[in-house]
């Protein structure tokens, strides 16, 4: 079922509902208008009369019987009688209006009595000193008709009235989709090999308008994330051709011709550190897709102070050979809910960058700090610091600044930011004012110990 009909088939039981109930009260109120305005006029006129029949003898009460019977000022069909519990005495005016049956006891005030298709006000009096009652009625028909040509009016026009109504709620329902069935046929339009492609957005900020914005938005990040796809397979290529043409040159020469078991050595050597290289690309290609592919990490809560300690005494051996001084500063745990192998591979990579820029005799810094709910890893070297304008693409694949050493594959720091993404932190550097660089990784804490430093505070 289409959007259209449902909202049309909405739109019909509402203002079904709405039309009854309103056709309904109308009728209700109509009724009760005609009605009051009789019965108001008959009680009146009744109980003047019977005033007037108390102050007269009984010949005086059958003039002003007469009298009253012929006036039709109120409506046709008018008889009025005087009844006491020894039956009726008097009796005037149209036979065919039928009174109501005689009351077994006297009303103790004026009534209103319906008999057949009549109308009769009853009133309370005293015929020479004997309680009686005077009954004053019409013929109905004229006001009970007024009712029934409205109700019948009603039941005519509601379902004419709903019937237009929905053929026009169907019709605005129509209008008022029409722009998305637009959107639909112009997003049905765009190939997966041209997504630079946009939705019009109509000026007026309408939802259709807010919805092609959004689509546009989504059309835009996909085709950012193509482009980075595309570019990161070009760039993947482009860095495995270098070595595997290198690895190819050095084994068709040393086929090419006899040669000395040293020289065989060398290309041997030489090969293998090409398939180093090689093993050590994939080994981050890989890594990099599949933290790509993760939504979330397997974590579990763990010391970030040890690990630091652990990766930094690891590392001591080879800054000392390099005649670097790597300080570290960890004063007390910070646990954080983590996993150990992502988090020991961000370390290592931020160390193994402030290894390459720092010179000898420089100085690489560690500090781990634990903010209200964070833990805070900063890595600061010594040496010359990044390019400004390379600044924005520091994290990206394969970059490698003018002054980066040869070696490297350019996916360390991409490895550090998607690792620090997919444990809820961030990754952020800037130059330091006394030279060098400082790598700062922010990652939440773990949280038993987030809810106890934030109740601290």
């Not at 009760?32 to 109980?47: T, Y």
């Not at 026009?168 to 029409?178: K, S, V």
């Not at 011709?257 to 060398?266: C, F, I, K, L, Q």
């Not at 990099?288 to 930094?312: K, Q, Y």
């Amino acid at each position: 079922m289409t959007i259209r009909l449902r909202l049309t088939i909405y739109w019909a039981a509402v203002l079904a509902a709405i039309l009854l109930i309103a056709a309904i009260t109308g009728l209700k109120l109509f009724q009760r208008q005609q009605w009051s305005a009789v019965d108001a006029a008959l009680l009146e006129e009744a109980d003047t009369t019977a005033k007037e029949i108390e102050r007269t003898d009984l010949a005086g009460a059958r003039a002003i019987l007469e009298g009253l019977s012929r006036e039709t000022d109120i409506g046709p069909g008018r008889r009025v009688q005087i009844v006491t519990d020894h039956g009726i005495v008097d009796d005037f005016g149209d036979i065919h209006t039928i009174p109501p049956a005689p009351i077994s006891q006297l009303p103790p005030r004026a009534i209103m009595v319906t008999s057949h298709e009549s109308r009769f006000a009853v009133v309370p009096l005293l015929l020479g000193g004997t309680p009686a009652y005077l009954q004053s009625g019409i013929n109905a028909n004229l006001v009970q008709g007024s009712i029934d040509s409205l109700r019948d009016s009603l039941l005519l026009m509601v379902p004419v009235v709903l019937l237009l109504c929905v053929a026009g709620g169907y019709w605005l329902a129509g209008r008022a989709l029409r722009p998305i069935e637009s959107v639909t046929a112009e997003l049905d339009a765009i190939q997966p090999t041209n997504l630079s492609s946009r939705l019009p957005v109509a000026p007026v900020n309408d939802e259709v308008a807010r919805l092609s914005a959004v689509i546009n938005a989504f059309l835009e990040r996909l085709e950012r994330a193509s482009v980075t796809e595309r570019r990161f397979a070009s760039d993947a290529a482009h860095e495995l051709r270098t070595p595997l043409a290198v690895l190819r040159t050095g084994l068709e020469v040393t086929l090419a011709r006899e040669r000395s078991a040293d020289d065989n050595r060398a290309a041997l050597t030489s090969a293998l550190r090409e398939v180093l290289s090689l093993c050590r690309i994939a080994d981050e290609l890989l890594m990099l897709a599949r933290l790509n592919g993760e939504v979330s990490v397997e974590s579990a809560r763990l010391n970030l102070r040890a690990l630091v300690v652990e990766i930094a005494s690891t590392v001591e051996p080879l800054a000392q050979a390099r005649e670097i001084q790597l300080r570290v500063g960890a004063d007390r745990d910070v646990f954080v809910d983590g996993n150990a192998g992502h988090l020991r591979r961000l370390i290592v990579n931020l160390l193994d960058n402030a290894l390459k820029f720092t010179p000898a005799n420089g100085s690489i810094e560690v500090r781990l700090t634990q903010g209200s709910d964070r833990a805070v890893l900063r890595v600061a070297d010594s040496g010359p610091g990044i390019a400004p304008d390379e600044m924005p693409f520091i994290f990206d694949r394969f970059f490698r600044g003018a002054s980066t050493p040869g070696e490297g594959s350019g996916l360390g720091l991409s490895l550090c930011r998607e690792i620090a993404r997919l444990h809820g932190g961030d990754i952020a550097v800037a130059n330091r004012p006394t030279g060098g660089c400082e790598f700062v990784v922010t990652i939440p804490l773990a949280r038993s110990d987030s809810k106890r430093a934030t109740a601290a505070l």
